[in-house]
C-alpha cells in the first residue's frame, strides 16, 4: 500500500469515520474510497481536494507526508487573553538572548521560557529587561 494511502485511512481513523461515514460526507461512492485506501486505484485530484475541504488537513502533508496532518491555525494573543506588546517583548528578549549565545532550543522548552519571561514582564522598564536578557543568556549558556 502506498504512502498516501496509508494517509487517507490515517485522516479516517483519526476522526472514528468508517469508509461508507466519509463516503457520505463527501458524496462519494464507498468503493472507490476503499479501493484507494487499499492501494487499488489512483487518487483523483477531485478526492483529493474534497479530503483537504472537508478535513481541514494541511495539503502538503496529504501528499507528501511532511509537515503535520491538521492545518496550523494562527491565533491571535488576544484570543489567549495574552498583551500582544508584552509578548513581543519576550519573544524578543528571548529570540535575542539566544542570538546572543549563539544556542538554538528544543521549540516546546523555548515557548515554556517565552512565557515565563512574558509572566516576569509585568514592569517593563529597560532595567526589567536587561534582566530578563541576562536570564535567558544564563538559561541558554
Known amino acids: 500500500m502506498s504512502q498516501i494511502c496509508n494517509r487517507f485511512r490515517k485522516i479516517r481513523e483519526s476522526k472514528n469515520m468508517t469508509i461508507t461515514a466519509v463516503a457520505a460526507a463527501i458524496d462519494e461512492k464507498r468503493q472507490r474510497l476503499q479501493d484507494i485506501e487499499a492501494g487499488k486505484q489512483k487518487i483523483p485530484e ?28 494562527s491565533v491571535e494573543p488576544q484570543t489567549l487573553g495574552l498583551d500582544s506588546k508584552r509578548l513581543t517583548l519576550a519573544i524578543e528578549t528571548v529570540e535575542e538572548g539566544l542570538h546572543s549565545t549563539r544556542r538554538t532550543m528544543d521549540p516546546d522548552k523555548k515557548a515554556e521560557l517565552i512565557m515565563a519571561v512574558y509572566d516576569l514582564f509585568k514592569d517593563q522598564t529597560p532595567d526589567v529587561k536587561q534582566s530578563l536578557l541576562r536570564l535567558v543568556q544564563s538559561v541558554a549558556a
Open 46 to 73: 477531485d478526492i483529493i481536494v474534497k479530503y483537504i475541504e472537508y478535513f481541514d488537513i494541511n495539503a502538503n502533508w496529504l501528499l507528501t507526508g511532511e509537515g503535520e496532518m491538521l492545518k496550523i491555525k
